[in-house]
């Protein structure tokens, strides 16, 4: 490579003095303001934005729009910045090249639609550092009684146990059953 100033490495540049570049994708509400808001964490963590990749034609599972951004800060700076994306309420779908080394799936069961399934998802996501990749319910015999969700996760690398323990305790505030996990199971 030469005298070349960078060197590109899975999605990581290093660059002269010490600053990277990351990719980060994150999950934003199809809302005016919500793109602007999730990118203030970004300069006020010391990052300084690269590129935005703004999907507004794709829709994830849960009925978002996927957003991919490039910045470049030191390495000891993405972390808050991440944080500081989740402190607000932004999903962070994946952070870096060495985020959400897992994927899981699980299958929660119980009175689903009654306990507010809705709720349960965002404990999951505000407590863990999971994200969603897909979610399928089945209520066989109505809203109102017994119903199953399928649950497949991202998990950050060495962190499953963890949320496997915040799910359990959400599970248990809400008397649902956890099945858990299900590896090697394709979606």
């Known amino acids: ?40 964490p970004i300069a006020e963590n010391g990052g300084n934005l690269m590129s935005i990749h703004h999907e507004r034609g794709n829709i994830t599972p849960r009925g978002h729009i996927p957003v991919e951004v490039d910045l470049g800060c030191p390495p000891d700076r993405f972390d808050d910045i991440v944080e500081g994306l989740r402190e607000t309420g932004v999903n962070v779908i994946q952070a870096g090249a060495e985020r959400y080394g897992e994927e899981v799936t699980l299958v929660l069961v119980g009175h689903l639609i009654e306990t507010d399934l809705s709720d349960t998802i965002l404990q999951i996501e505000n407590s863990t550092s999971a994200a969603f990749l897909d979610l ?50 394709d979606a």
């Open 1 to 40: 490579m030469g005298d070349t100033p960078s060197r590109r490495t899975d999605r990581t540049v290093v660059a002269d003095g010490g600053v990277r570049t990351y990719t980060v994708r994150l999950e934003l509400v199809d809302e005016p303001g919500e793109l602007l808001d999730a990118l203030a």
């Open 136 to 185: 399928s319910l089945s209520a066989p015999e109505g809203t109102g009684d017994i119903s199953s969700a399928r649950v497949r996760l991202a998990i950050d690398s060495g962190r499953s146990e963890e949320v496997f323990e915040t799910i359990r305790s959400i599970s248990a505030e809400k008397d649902l059953t956890v099945v858990e996990p299900l590896l090697g199971v």
